[in-house]
């Protein structure tokens, strides 16, 4: 009985440890879409590996909050985003133009600011 434990534990972690690989890879862009993390969204429009505009959002709180954002790639390209003073339970958007092809593979990243605190990093990677 003891070995079937170990062997179930076994199993479990590294199933947990597949899943933990899986997770940190983060989905790929084969079309326009949206992606969140926490209270973090970023949206693309254009498909494959051009970008021409990204939106990020960041849904504010029940306070109102001074928010922003940071977009970048894994290849060097960023912008920040305007710095906007928000109403309680408003959501902040704004957009970041790189206007650009980027080689299959670049990971896009936003990270959204509350209050000067991180409050979430989508992030997905680009594909043809």
């Known amino acids: 009985m003891h ?11 590294t199933i947990a440890a597949a ?43 029940n306070q109102p909050n001074r928010i922003s954002a940071r977009v970048w790639t894994t290849n060097g390209w960023s912008a920040n985003t305007k710095v ?19 080689p299959a593979g670049t990971r896009l990243c936003a990270e959204g600011f509350r209050g000067g605190a991180s409050v979430g990093l989508p992030c997905v990677t680009l594909t043809d």
């Not at 949206?34 to 709180?61: A, F």
């Not at 906007?84 to 980027?102: G, L, M, N």
């Open 3 to 13: 070995e079937i434990i170990k062997k179930f534990a076994a199993g479990i972690a």
């Open 19 to 61: 899943l933990g690989c899986l997770i940190a890879t983060g989905p790929s862009a084969v079309a326009d879409g949206k992606w969140c993390n926490h209270s973090v969204c970023i949206e693309t429009y254009d498909s494959g590996t051009y970008l021409g505009r990204v939106e990020v959002s960041v849904v504010n709180t």
């Open 84 to 102: 906007e003073d928000v109403a309680q339970f408003r959501t902040y958007r704004d957009q970041a133009y790189p206007q650009r092809h980027f």
